[in-house]
């Protein structure tokens, strides 16, 4: 969810916005805490840290654990970002109708956003966010 907003940008402007820069450096702090705090990575236990800012921890880490730390952070955030673009160009109709939606209105609540999508006639794959989202909301 949180690059959905630069995934966009990149797909229809091909340019982007200070909110995308936003984007990155929140996907990136977000990666950093999964794999230096919470150990999500393939290095087995060597990543977690103590908590704490990340410029303490990170200068009493040696260079080679601060490469492999920093290579599965781009992991994360590259498999996220493939994977979140193929949603969002599997769903391109639906974007777009949000998108007018948004441009009426400055935002719009979980309702209306349910009434596009249940309009949109696309079909609710079962076992996937969108159809426990459409499911949760009757």
Do not use: W
């Amino acid at each position: 969810v949180g690059l959905s907003g630069l995934i966009t940008e990149d797909i229809y402007t091909n340019d982007r916005s200070d909110g995308a820069q936003y984007d990155i450096q929140q996907a990136k702090k977000l990666a950093g805490e999964l794999v230096r705090i919470d150990g999500y990575c393939g290095l087995d236990k060597i990543c977690i840290m103590p908590r704490g800012p990340f410029e303490d921890v990170m200068v009493t880490i040696s260079n080679s654990k601060r490469l492999l730390i920093e290579q599965e952070e781009d992991k994360i955030i590259t498999t996220c970002y493939r994977e979140a673009k193929e949603l969002i160009e599997s769903h391109r109709h639906l974007v777009e109708l949000i998108a007018e939606k948004l441009l009426e209105k400055k935002s719009l609540d979980r309702d209306e956003l349910l009434a596009i999508y249940e309009n949109s006639h696309e079909p609710i794959k079962e076992n996937t966010q969108s159809a426990l989202f459409a499911k949760e909301a009757r």
